[in-house]
């Protein structure tokens, strides 16, 4: 039972100390079997509607027009598709905008959400629950679209790039999560950070944060992802089309009349809708990005990290 | 079948009579009053507006002449472009701040832009174009109303609630530059047909221009080749004959169907049968009365027939409620009728290696043609900002240039660019290039334009077209409604179409018995039906 | 609220403050002064400052323009000019119409069954991931199920209805077999199974990171040492795994509840027409083609502030019974 000893999966074993998987007995191999089995069902219910998605993008016009619309494998695949959303430099141009405004936001919010939800995590802490309630409240009453805009717009944010960024840049949520994970931490290292004669900040970046990496890198894809996808206050704040975002500009491509039942029929057959390939296309350049980012975010995931960073 | 007839007279009576009948200056004065009037009151005032006077421009003629009725002009090529303005129209003048939406992909911003440069120095000035995506345009247009900072000219949309008030209260009254021969002044806008100007007629004042629309409208496109290769009657010439041609090209085990859903309430069908039964177009006036299609007989009874077709299985299986890529399946023959803009039919024939059909509604028991439903003869609204009379004027002048009609240069140019760096002519035809296709993409086409034509195209398709038009355009029934004023119906309107479409669609779908249609007229008249109805009478009265 | 937190004893092994200057016994009494607190705590406040601000600035500023429904707003009037309409903006919720009542059933059982059978699929699937011998097979994996997070609802049930429509590749398999077909999409009787299979289909990969992270922090030890004690696999997930992401699974289950009147809008209103209202309309739809879509700004302002209030209050209510429970919740006693 306990002679299942595996190597530590991250760095080189920190904590010197033989290892089980999970710190578990090594399942039978029928449960293992079945567990794989599940994964695998599931990872194929995803993967085969993506693998329809990437083909449509790189089929001709006449083999989506046979299949109806989705094809599963690109019989002669090209990339018209990308090309034609590429060609002209407005779509690149907007991704570096997206690339920045996810950069710059995220590094923002997450230093202001972390700051934040530090200084309501201490216990007892002076005006906690007032500040935490002000937070919270936040989740269930939001702004309508015009006070917003006239806030935004008073500040003379108006095509300013910092439109895209302030407004969403502290949301409850991510506040209320990573607090909850800050106070998970053991108050004795805290304690015994202070009475080495450590202040709140030098408590926060020596102690707190390396022992929160998992829910830093989790509020920090929240945000990036938040950002990443955001088109609507780009639509209202920013006039100046060279500063739009990759997703709306992604939007431009795709003409969705029927989407909420609006009858147009008399006034949208003056324009032709993206081809299929064209808006799956579409897709796989807003998605690629992000799906890039994913791996690295997902090391600080792996188990045993707490208790790695608490010994070593 | 006579009421029909009796609509179209009235049409004819109502617009016709407008634009080239009332004559009454004195009445002119009564547009001076900002706001507040009552409905009534405006309609009285409306009534007293002279609509600015067609006067086709003739420089170029078309191949197949545009005809009152409204049959749209044909070109078999493109005719040698003449300069329509020896100078930059507004050159000197401030720079223009527009507001529109866009269906395109957006085009590079304008110091990467050499299309955009170009049009800026052909005009004179610059022009400042803020685009917005039409799916979120109308939020745009909300803040920027809220925020106060309206730029000179904005498109205003057909769905835009509380539209007369916006109007009339934020912008420009335009009556005293085109009201009758005033509009001389800008010729291609007096080159937009009379059709187009009535709804531009708010409290007693012209307060916007026009994108013009023809009014043949929605189509019912047909497959011609499936049907040729079935041997089936493309032109049925009763209810019965339709049902059978459409059973005719229905296959499910090969996933072959006549109908899609439209926007997926099979409103496309109904409205179809509805044109063999002659159900009014939106609104029917007999004595002053007036009669929504809702509440007529016919159109209860076309939706009872559109049910059955859909029991007999000639229905896509997912037309109603899903989501059909209609074009594709229409384009691959999984449908074999799609009911489309006009414009689609260049779009279908070009997209899709198929032979596309026009089939025009017959009478239900046969015995003639039925009825077609005029389209919206204005996309929008292209209003201006208050201003004075200088720099209104200067607009009026960017609009004229820019509703330049094919056989000009400056359309030429609107349309596809620089030669040689934006298209080439090839065979008598402009050949866009690399560049033309990203560059040429401003949505000018949504500020001002000139009327829509068939072609310039290969002389079977317009042909074809230009046929399909002669056959229909006679047949055309107009609303009652049309230029009669009703703020519950502008306010209101959306919400009680979605309303009827969700009711029909329940019995479609076959949820609900077609007595259902009995409460979902009741419904329709106590939240808004019998006010719009009201509001109409009213209104109409005060213009006899 | 605020002598709660007054009153209330840092938890013992957790004291804020070994060393609390003029603050007698701290940790049992933290009762100082407010001068002394504030004086205590103010590097901590400073802190939160900025964030702070923000929120005060873009969530709380603007709210103010949230008496629009109180009037008949029209943004080419302005909020000041528009005039007051008293309460006639909730009549669309306490009218007492029966499509409402109709649209409020179906949000509230839709919110049911996604917070019986959506919520719990993250965190099993959270459990498999981590359980998986393989690190990187669990990466694979994790990369692969969070990605339909990305897709727009558009297309999320374009392909669903490719797949299983009345005409998918499903049903025309089976009918050019000339096989009995499986009416999915377009049956009102299995409209809640097939949205509920989408938000899974959609979310459920992307769910799981939050718990992944909460799993990551468990204590190798304690498995170690119940592994000695010869526990089973199953008892480790009972009283080693999962109490240890406990906490995180009650505050987003408080947080879910907050938002019990809200369900997926879009996706709802893209599928409403294949079922109709009967079994499709929910709050946010019945509101939308009720008010919002005739340009009532009013009413989507006053349905927003009785959707708050009543979030509030459900979470308040959740978080207290969660104090009852022993479990921390989403602020402390």
């Known amino acids: ?131 935490l309630l002000t937070v919270l409240f936040t989740l269930f009453f939001t702004p309508g679209m015009i006070p917003m805009y006239l806030t935004v717009r008073q500040l003379g944010l108006i095509d300013s790039y910092w439109a895209l960024i302030l407004p969403t840049m502290v949301g409850a949520f991510q506040v209320i999560i990573m607090r909850a994970f800050f106070q998970e931490i053991p108050g004795e290292l805290i304690d015994a950070a202070r009475i080495d004669g450590a202040n709140e900040l030098q408590i926060l970046t020596r102690i707190v944060l390396p022992l929160s990496k998992a829910v830093m890198a989790v509020i920090g894809l929240f945000n990036a992802v938040a950002y990443w996808n955001a088109f609507f206050n780009a639509v209202l704040y920013i006039n100046d089309t060279e500063k739009w975002p990759l997703q709306l500009v992604l939007r431009t491509y795709v003409v969705d009349n029927a989407a909420l039942g609006v009858d147009t029929a008399d006034i949208a057959g003056t324009v032709m809708p993206p081809s299929q390939s064209l808006q799956m296309a579409i897709l796989v350049i807003s998605l690629v990005p992000i799906a890039l980012v994913y791996p690295f975010l997902q090391r600080h995931f792996a188990k045993g990290m707490l208790i790695g960073a608490v010994k070593g | 079948m006579s009421d029909m007839r009796f609509t179209r007279r009235r049409f004819l009576e109502v617009t016709g009579g407008l634009a080239a009948v009332v004559a009454a200056p004195s009445l002119l004065s009564a547009c001076g009053g900002d706001g507040g009037t009552t409905p009534t009151d405006a309609a009285s005032a409306n009534r007293a507006v002279r609509l600015p006077t067609y006067t086709p421009w003739d420089q170029v003629a078309p191949d197949l002449a545009p005809t009152p009725e409204g049959v749209m002009a044909g070109y078999y090529s493109y005719p040698t472009p003449v300069d329509a303005f020896s100078s930059p129209p507004l050159a000197g003048a401030d720079p223009v701040e527009i507001l529109t939406n866009m269906l395109n992909p957006l085009p590079p911003a304008q110091g990467d832009n050499a299309y955009w440069q170009e049009l800026n120095t052909r005009v004179g000035t610059e022009l400042n174009l803020t685009m917005t995506p039409q799916a979120e345009y109308p939020n745009k247009l909300a803040t920027v109303f809220a925020g106060g900072e309206h730029p000179d000219i904005m498109l205003i949309t057909t769905t835009l609630a509380n539209r007369a008030d916006v109007l009339t209260r934020l912008c420009a009254d335009l009556t005293e530059y085109l009201s009758g021969d005033a509009v001389n002044e800008y010729p291609f806008l007096a080159n937009i047909p009379a059709d187009s100007w009535p709804s531009m007629v708010y409290n007693g004042g012209i307060y916007a221009l026009p994108i013009p629309r023809a009014a043949v409208g929605t189509i019912f496109f047909s497959r011609a080749d499936l049907i040729a290769e079935r041997s089936l009657n493309a032109a049925p010439a009763s209810y019965q004959e339709f049902r059978e041609l459409a059973e005719g090209l229905t296959d499910p085990a090969n996933n072959r169907w006549a109908f899609g859903g439209g926007d997926g309430n099979g409103k496309n069908v109904i409205t179809f049968v509805g044109n063999m039964l002659g159900v009014p177009n939106a609104w029917r006036e007999e004595g002053g009365k007036f009669t929504s299609e809702n509440e007529t007989e016919e159109r209860k009874e076309a939706i009872a027939r559109t049910a059955e077709l859909v ?234 | 609220m605020a002598t709660e937190v007054e009153t209330t004893p840092a938890p013992a092994g957790r004291g804020h403050r070994p060393r609390r200057p003029r603050s007698p016994g701290a940790g049992r009494r933290p009762r100082a002064s407010r001068r002394t607190r504030f004086r205590r705590d103010r590097f901590l406040l400073l802190l939160g400052l900025p964030g702070l601000l923000v929120v005060l600035l873009f969530n709380y500023v603007p709210l103010f323009g949230n008496v629009i429904a109180f009037k008949d707003y029209q943004p080419y009037i302005g909020i000041w000019d528009s005039p007051w309409v008293g309460f006639s903006n909730f009549d669309v919720i306490f009218n007492g119409d029966p499509a409402f009542v109709n649209a409020l059933t179906n949000t509230l059982v839709i919110s049911f069954v996604q917070i019986v059978f959506v919520f719990p699929v993250p965190i099993a699937l959270a459990l498999l991931l981590n359980s998986m011998l393989s690190e990187r097979l669990k990466r694979v994996a994790q990369s692969i199920l969070y990605l339909p997070h990305f897709m727009s609802w ?134 939308y083609f009720n008010g919002v879509i005739g340009g009532n700004w009013g009413v989507s302002a006053a349905v927003g502030l009785i959707k708050g209030l009543v979030g509030v209050v459900l979470v308040l209510g959740a978080n207290k019974v969660a104090h009852l429970l022993g479990e921390r919740g989403v602020y402390s006693k």
Not at chain 1, 50 to 63: G, K, M
Not at chain 1, 74 to 90: C, E, F, Q, T
Not at chain 1, 96 to 117: M, W
Request: hydrophobic content about 45%.
């Open chain 1, 1 to 131: 039972m306990t002679d299942t000893i595996i190597r530590d999966d991250r760095r080189g074993g920190r904590a010197g100390r033989p290892r089980m998987v999970g710190g578990t007995p090594r399942p039978g191999l029928p449960i293992r079997g079945l567990k794989g089995i599940a994964l695998l069902i599931a990872c194929a219910l995803v993967i085969l509607p993506f693998l329809a998605v990437v083909s449509t993008s790189l089929a001709d016009q006449q083999q989506v027009t046979e299949a109806g619309g989705y094809v599963l494998w690109p019989d002669r695949p090209n990339l018209d598709a990308y090309r034609a959303i590429l060609s002209g430099g407005v779509v690149t141009r907007a991704l570096l905008v997206s690339v920045g405004i996810t950069l710059a936001g995220t590094a923002l919010s997450l230093t202001c959400v972390t700051l934040l939800a530090y200084s309501l995590s201490r216990p007892g802490s002076y005006l906690q629950k007032p500040v």
């Open chain 3, 154 to 287: 558009v297309v999320v049930v374009a392909i669903f209805q490719h797949m299983l429509g009345n005409a998918g590749l499903l049903n025309n398999f089976l009918r050019s077999h000339d096989w009995a077909t499986l009416p999915i999409f377009g049956n009102p009787d299995m409209f809640l199974t097939l949205i509920t299979s989408q938000v899974i289909w959609k979310d459920a990969g992307w769910g799981t990171i939050i718990f992944l992270a909460a799993l990551s922090r468990v204590d190798m030890e304690l498995y170690e040492a119940s592994a000695v004690d010869g526990a089973s696999r199953m008892r480790q997930l009972w009283h080693v795994t999962l109490p240890s992401i406990r906490g995180v699974i009650v505050l987003l289950l408080i947080l879910k509840l907050g938002d019990v009147l809200t369900v997926g809008f879009e996706q709802i209103i893209l599928q409403r027409q294949q079922v109709g209202a009967d079994a499709s309309e929910v709050l946010d739809t019945y509101v």
């Open chain 2, 311 to 544: 029991q007999a299985g000639v229905f896509h299986p997912d037309a109603l409620g899903g989501k059909l890529q209609e074009r594709e399946l229409f384009g691959n023959g999984t449908l074999a009728f799609r009911s489309d803009g006009y414009a689609a039919w260049d779009i279908l024939a070009d997209t899709y290696p198929v032979e596309v059909g026009a089939v025009a509604a017959p009478l239900f028991d046969g015995g003639g043609p039925g009825v077609v439903r005029a389209g919206a003869t204005s996309f929008g609204y292209a209003a201006f900002k208050k201003n004075d009379p200088e720099r209104i004027q200067q607009l009026l002048t960017l609009c004229n240039w820019l509703a330049a009609p094919l056989g000009t240069s400056e359309f030429m140019f609107r349309k596809f660019g620089i030669e040689g760096t934006h298209y080439t002519m090839e065979d008598g035809a402009p050949v866009r290039t690399d560049q033309g296709n990203v560059e040429v993409k401003l949505p000018l086409e949504y500020v001002a334009d000139s009327p829509h034509v068939l072609g310039p195209r290969d002389r079977a398709r317009v042909d074809a077209q230009r046929a399909y038009q002669e056959q229909a355009v006679p047949n055309i029934v107009r609303s009652a409604a049309e230029g009669v004023y009703s703020e519950t119906s502008i306010n209101k309107g959306g919400q009680l179409t979605k309303l009827v479409d969700d009711g029909a669609l329940e019995i479609l779908a076959g949820r609900q018995p077609i007595e259902y249609w009995d409460t979902v007229v009741d419904n329709w008249r106590q939240q808004g039906g019998d006010q719009i109805r009201g509001e109409l009478e009213a209104s109409f009265a005060e213009t006899r």
